[in-house]
């Protein structure tokens, strides 16, 4: 499904296509309908699963839909902290090709900047509830017309203890409006909340199972870029992977990879949007009765078929979206069967893996095999969406999602991880957050920013 069948207005499709997202996540798939009608949402939704687009689109059309010329404030968005106030109020900035007038409100900072920013009239105010309150105290903030209210990641604000904030907030504004809540979990609390804010919502549920992430091992090989086919050709000959799913970027690359293993002398085959139906089902009988080894597949072709419990999932090469890491592991360890989900990972993909790191809320264990360890001198290299191919990006691929790429600036290494299963419980550390999306490309199919492995391969292990 494109974005253009979720009723979003053609200068938003263009800010979409300027990031070079192709297709909605599912989260943007199932929302920004319900929000362009007007609806109340509950969304169970977290970090990485493009939920910011999912309310920040459908609330820039809703406010054009109703454009009025005056300078109040017609839609607030309550942060847990103000590096998401600042991420969220520049995807308000982006999508809207700068024409909204925003601001962010939130503490740590001066007042008076603030209160300039309000005065000159801002539309759209995405704020820290703390400093929201300040400002209402002094009276330099009038929320009375508020029209959509969206509260993210509600479930950290309440940790946060800012339901006092809140409710303080929700007293200021208008009975009439649109009420938008996201959050990762849901506690009785959040419940609680949900019943009192929200008017016969709509729910939307994305947060990956738990459990399915739990079900599987996972492990990160940190290797050379160029250097991937070759380990693993070994792994195979090595039996430490049997059967695998294995998940490339692009259809092109697919069909190279799988070139080189016939070549290796593994039995592979391709599926993805240009494979006709028959060919698929081929592969996937193939796969089933044993005549092939690896399957290699984009993400998209993926989606729909069915293998019972693969022992392995490969991932190849890293997907785009973090919450596609989730849903590719989840190909494996299904119906209570442990799988393993292997994560080649060369030194340009570094920013992705932490951005995984962060929807999973626990590191991945690396671990160097022998004989691959990278090489520390290479640089790390823009991921190239297109890989000079046509196509490369339309359908097929998670290079479907391929977009301008929020690179995280660093953060903290993800924890050192600990034994050979240590991604297999969820370590409970929420890594911290830091801002992000500041080296966004702005061309659809050109390459993501990259600060390379800081904090990725853990130090070598033996
Ligand atoms: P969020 O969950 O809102 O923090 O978004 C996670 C990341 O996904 C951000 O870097 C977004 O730029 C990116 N993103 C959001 N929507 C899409 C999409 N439809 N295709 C590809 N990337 C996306």
Redesign the pocket.
Known sequence: MS?SALGLRPDLLRA?AR???????PV?REAIPLVLEGRDLLAG??????????FVLPMLQRLADSSTRDRRIRALVLTPTRELAI?VEE?VRVYSGGQARSTAIYGGVGFGGQVGALRRGAEIVVATPGRLLDHARQGTIDLRSVEILVLDEADRMLDMGFIRDIRQVLALLPDRRQNLLFSATFSREIRSLAEGLLDRPASVQVTPENTAVELVAQVVHPVDRERKRELLTHLVRTRQIDQALVFTRTKHGANKLVEQLNRDGIAAAAIHGNKSQPQRVRALADLRAGRILLLVATEVAARGIDIEALPHVVNYELP???ADYVHRIGRTGRAGVTGIAVSLVCVDEGPLLR?IERLLKMPIEKVEIPGFEPNRAIRPQPIKLRSGQRGGMQNGGSAG??????APTHRGAPAGSAGRNAGRGRAGRRPDRGP??QE?SSAPGSSIGNRGWSGMPGERRG
Not at 19 to 25: K, S, V
Not at 45 to 54: D, E, N
Not at 401 to 406: L, M, T
């Open positions: 974005f979409v990031q070079g997202y192709t297709d909605p996540t943007q939704a977290q970090t990485g699963t493009g939920k910011t687009a999912a991420q995807s785009m979206v973090p951005e999602h391929g977009r301008g790429h929020a992000r999306r966004r």
